[in-house]
């Protein structure tokens, strides 16, 4: 063997060495990608059932929306009507209400001073202080 033979020999050996070294990460590197492509998969297959799931939900939201919406009406149609009969009350009763009122309080203190006026006059009783000084 000559010297030339020899360094090919070492060059084949030195060149195969770096494949082995290099194919062994390229290999993990491979097994890697592999499981990393089935939990994307798994992760997509277990999305679908929520996605639809979701769609459920907003549906039925979106209904029960659209209830109390109708109750928000009508809770509103009510307190317009209570203001138009308290209105219509105070126009219609209110007033006449008032006069009465006030024409039982006038009749009443005209009875009370009524009364002071016809009430015979009271006795001045002396009181101890002016007896004693």
Wanted: charged share 20%.
């Amino acid at each position: 063997m000559s010297v030339g033979q020899i360094a090919a020999i070492v060059a084949a050996v030195a060149f195969v060495i770096l494949v082995v070294l290099l194919a062994i990460p390229l290999i993990k590197l491979g097994r890697t990608l592999d499981e990393a492509t089935i939990a994307i998969r798994k992760a997509h297959e277990g999305t679908e059932p929520l996605l639809s799931d979701a769609g459920v939900t907003l549906t039925t939201v979106n209904t029960q929306l659209e209830r109390v919406d109708g109750v928000t009406s009508s809770a509103q149609a009510v307190a317009a009507n209570t203001k138009a009969l308290s209105t219509l009350f105070t126009a219609t009763l209110g007033g006449p209400l008032v006069k009465v009122a006030a024409l039982s309080y006038g009749l009443r203190k005209a009875q009370q001073a009524r009364r002071l006026k016809n009430a015979p006059p009271a006795k001045n009783k002396k009181s101890k202080r002016s007896v004693r000084a």
